[in-house]
């Protein structure tokens, strides 16, 4: 059974910074893109970025790159997304996702809730 | 960009009523476009993949057409379980964006 596992809520401060992990399980982890998926309190699904496990390869939406970070670990079928200062407006709930060989997510993480706030 | 717009924002129906919601994207993306139905509090979770396919375990009410740049999804008849925000995304070209969102309530 495919599964993702992402690590538990975070409270920071503004310019803390901050790594959030996603765990798969059930298939073979460097076959699929892992995506980043932000959601905003009360708004919708914001399509951050995502990296191929096999190489690491990264593509980011331009409205995210430079303030995060995406990094994956092959031996533990780990994806990371990180920020190295936080801002109050990064408060959210981030997902991991799988992206299929159809493009399409067909697995997601229970999500990590991220709360920045002085 | 490729920019998704749904439409309705949101919309009211009975439990048995066929429900329709629209998709349109901004420019030509073939067949590349997929639902996603988010119930409170949960993850996201993949219905229909490139416009027409139904992801497995998907109920069989639930049905995707359109190619290019117009897109519906259809529930045949609703159900109390299908209350939920349903957001459309193209997977045409960089970044995948997702359409703002349809909440869908029983009337």
């Known amino acids: 059974e495919v599964q993702l596992v992402q690590s538990g809520a975070e409270v920071k401060k503004p310019g803390e910074s901050l790594r959030i992990s996603c765990q798969a399980s059930?298939?073979?982890?460097?076959?699929?893109?892992i995506t980043w998926v932000r959601q905003m309190p009360g708004k919708g699904l914001e399509w951050m970025g995502r990296?191929?496990?096999?190489?690491?390869?990264?593509n980011y939406n331009p409205s995210f790159q430079g303030h995060v970070t995406i990094s994956a670990e092959q031996s533990i079928n780990t994806a990371y997304l990180q920020w190295s200062s936080l801002k109050a407006s990064d408060t959210a709930m981030y997902y991991c996702?799988?992206?299929?060989?159809?493009?399409?997510?067909?697995?997601w993480g229970q999500g990590t809730l991220v709360i920045v706030s002085s | 960009d490729i920019q998704m717009t749904q439409s309705p924002s949101s919309l009211s129906a009975s439990v048995g009523d066929r429900v329709t919601i629209t998709c349109r994207a901004s420019e030509n993306i073939a067949n590349f476009l997929n639902w996603y139905q988010q119930s409170p509090g949960k993850a996201p979770k993949l219905l229909i993949y490139?416009?027409?396919s139904l992801q497995s375990g998907v109920p069989s009410r639930f049905s995707g057409s359109g190619s290019g740049a117009e897109f519906t999804l259809t529930i045949a008849s609703l159900q109390p379980e299908d209350i939920a925000i349903y957001y459309c995304q193209q997977s045409y070209s960089l970044p995948r964006n997702f359409g703002q969102g349809t909440k869908l309530q029983i009337k």
């Open positions: 996702a799988r992206q299929s060989r159809r493009e399409a997510l067909d697995f």
């Open positions: 059930g298939y073979n982890f460097p076959n699929d893109r």
């Open positions: 990296i191929d496990p096999s190489d690491s390869y990264t």
């Open positions: 490139s416009a027409s």
